[in-house]
């Protein structure tokens, strides 16, 4: 159940609701707070502003403090704070607490923070200033018409936290709860409805993984979203193809090979029961036959090894500088002999002036071996085939062409597949092995190289490979 991602879901948005809901009520309290804060400070503002006008009018009035105690007692009782009043020698005339009273006042008389108001005889308002909530009292300079003044303790507002709480709580607090409740309602019903709209194409995922991991990678995801999910549904269905593909690829290859094995083997074993037989008698003829049966198993045992090793990445070339005319030459003369014999006619288009090319001279002569062997076998007779060699950029681009039968466009992506021919009828005299394609662009691309074809059905076919220039 805890690792369903509908839970996962309805949790988060369950925790979403509560943490949003939590900081807005948070919030209210701390500006609730500050506020009560802010209009106690105010009411101390005006009482001390009220008291000090009312001071003042009333000496004014009898020019003295005399019968001023009871005065002071009645405001320290109404506000609850203490008050003390000081003549303008500093001398104690009135003290809601009375302790003070006839004594001199020193700023260690009131161990409180207090706020100190001088008191004007004139009856004008003074500045009124308040000490800071943290450190000393403010000192206050005093004018000519000073007459007394005022000390009042200002403490901390009592129960303002729970005070704030309860406000905030009264106010909107009930709305938070039962807002809360409905929005964790809301968020399940969401949960469920996105969960099943989100998870359809995981469970999709999932039921298919399922199947590949039984053999069967036929099955898509049919899902046409954008987005992560729909990037995520489409890369699946990519790597399904590649999938099912190689699996393919991987049973044709198989059966090719069983096929190219069974035949020389075939024959090998023909040739060996009828000399037990006595019905053929082992002479030159023969043992020639059987040569070429055995040749045939080893050329194709050599290839599938060498395409193994460039799978692996272990295919070694010896790479040393070569002049890739030369080598051309070379190879289309010893390939010269067969082209005659098919009536084809084999020519070289050489540039001159070509660098040196750091290659595996053996390697490169491989490559155009097969690629001529492939051109000489789909060409019909008084056919041609040239050889082209140009430089482009830093590389040096050696084609071959052949005005042969062609390649359906259709064929032309799975060319230099394994054990892939176009003439699927797999005759040894049209198709070989059907590793010649795919171990040349093995080795051209060990060289850093690539290689591409273009062709048209009925005009014939041009392989094209570069070599870098190092």
Known sequence: MIHNLNFRLLVAFTLVIIVTIGTAFFLTYRTTRHEITQMGERLELNQDARMQMELSSYYQFVNTWDGIQTFIDQCGTLYQRRIVLTDQNNIVVADSDGTLLGNTYNENSISE??????????????????????????????????VGTLYVVHGDFPDINRTALQLTYEGIGRFFIWGGLLAIGIAILLAFLL???????????????RKFGKGDFSHRVDYKGQGELGELARSFNSMADDLERTQSLRRNMVADVAHELRTPLSNLKGYLEAISDGVIKPDKTTIRSLNEEALSLSRLVADLQELSLADAGELKINTQQSDINALIEETVAALQPKATGKKLKLTTNLTAGLPLLNIDAHRIKQVLYNLLDNAIAHTGKNGKITVTVLKQNNAVSISVSDTGEGIPPEELSMIFERFYRVDKSRARTTGGSGLGLTIAKRLVETHGGKISVKSQPGKGSTFTFTLPIQ
């Open 113 to 146: 923070e207090i706020a100190q108001i001088p008191i004007s005889s004139t009856g004008q308002m003074l500045e009124i200033i308040f000490p800071q909530r943290q450190g000393k009292p403010w000192v206050s300079s005093t004018s000519p018409d000073t």
């Open 195 to 209: 969960s099943r709209r989100i998870l359809s194409p995981v469970k999709s995922l999932i039921g298919a993984t």
